[in-house]
């Protein structure tokens, strides 16, 4: 959702937030499986448990902010089924060494209407954040602030220079996107600072300040459209980048008229994001746009 036209807002994945119980007969114990109708409290007990023993941790990305006591963590989970990963994310907030805010998200696949998504790339790709070079210079608490106020600004005075290795990811996924003709380039997108970006006055700023790491961790809700892309696949494309919506508009009635693509009807939408940034040399290091869609008009709750 941070890269310019014509490479920007693309590929959406989606998840589903919390419906972490909803896990298939396949995973269920032996025990539980004897009758389909009812489970009993033992039951319901060991189910609950099994899918929780399956939530593996495998060396979470950690953003930890010492000094107002929260941290992002995001990791790849299995809900039951080795064989299918799922993309486990969220924030905390401690206040004399409890819990006092907890939110999650729980991202499983690449929706018709979501961001790009790859579970397997996801921890190799993080990987690299975790291990920033020994020798980098550490930027202030002030400037990441900064960094963080800009992201969904309407207009800033911030100046934010981008590293030639800057990592680009959505939802764990280096983003190809080939365009609406699918013929462009599969070169992973790099990271992006454009003047175009979508913007939200009320957005969760300094949510995580990691000095150490150089991590940022951002909040904005973003309303906009979602529209079929590249014939079957989707790109959720915010309301404030007038251009690139009116760019696919254009591609739309084209598709409409040849008919030749089965195509889905643009539809509104609010992306729920969690963006994090890694910063340090004074430069954008890596850039992840998190993305959780939500309908149209949607709010966050957390406001
Ligand atoms: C995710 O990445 C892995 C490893 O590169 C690849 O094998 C797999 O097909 C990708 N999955 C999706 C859904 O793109
Ligand atoms: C850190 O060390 C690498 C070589 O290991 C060097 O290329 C790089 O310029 C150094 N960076 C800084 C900020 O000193
Ligand atoms: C991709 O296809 C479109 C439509 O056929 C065409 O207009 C465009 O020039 C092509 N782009 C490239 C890079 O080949
Ligand atoms: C989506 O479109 C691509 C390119 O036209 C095609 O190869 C693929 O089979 C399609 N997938 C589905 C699920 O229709
Ligand atoms: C979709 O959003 C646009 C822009 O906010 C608005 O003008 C339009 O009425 C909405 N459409 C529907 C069906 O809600």
């Not at 032996?30 to 448990?49: K, P």
């Not at 018709?112 to 790339?121: E, I, K, L």
């Not at 089965?262 to 509104?268: A, D, E, G, I, R």
């Amino acid at each position: 959702m941070r890269i310019s036209p014509p490479s920007d807002f693309l590929n959406l994945s989606v998840g589903l937030v919390m419906a972490m119980f909803a896990v298939g007969g396949a995973a269920l114990p032996h025990a539980a499986r004897a009758t389909t109708s009812s489970c009993s409290r033992a039951c319901m007990t060991a189910i609950i448990t099994d899918v929780l023993d399956s939530m593996v941790a495998h060396d979470p990305l950690l953003a930890i902010d010492a000094a107002q006591g929260t941290g992002y963590f995001a990791l790849d989970v299995n809900e039951g089924n080795d064989d299918v990963q799922t993309i486990l994310r969220g924030r905390i907030a401690v206040v004399d060494q409890k819990i006092t805010e907890l939110e999650l998200f729980l991202n499983r696949n690449r929706g018709d209407h979501g961001f790009s998504f790859n579970a397997t790339q996801l921890v190799p790709n993080y990987r690299t954040l975790m291990m920033p070079p020994a020798n980098r210079t550490k930027n202030s608490r002030k400037t990441l602030e900064t960094v963080s106020e800009a992201l969904f600004a309407t207009s800033s005075e911030t100046v934010v220079t981008v590293d030639d290795n800057c990592q680009f990811t959505e939802l764990g996924w280096k983003v190809v996107d080939t365009g609406v003709y699918g013929n462009g380039t599969t070169d992973p997108l790099g990271c992006n600072w454009p003047d175009s970006h979508p913007t939200d006055d009320n957005a969760r700023v300094n949510l995580v300040i990691d000095e150490e790491l150089g991590f940022i961790v951002t909040s904005g809700i973003i309303p906009g459209k979602v529209y079929p892309y590249n014939g079957n696949v989707s790109a959720f494309i915010p309301n404030r980048m007038t251009d690139a919506q009116a760019a696919q508009d254009v591609w739309f009635a084209e598709m409409k008229a040849k008919a030749t693509l089965p195509v889905l009807s643009p539809m509104n939408a609010t992306g729920d994001t969690l963006e994090v940034l890694q910063y340090y040399n004074g430069k954008l290091q890596a850039m992840q746009i998190n993305v959780f869609m939500n309908g149209p008009s949607m709010t966050s709750a957390w406001l």
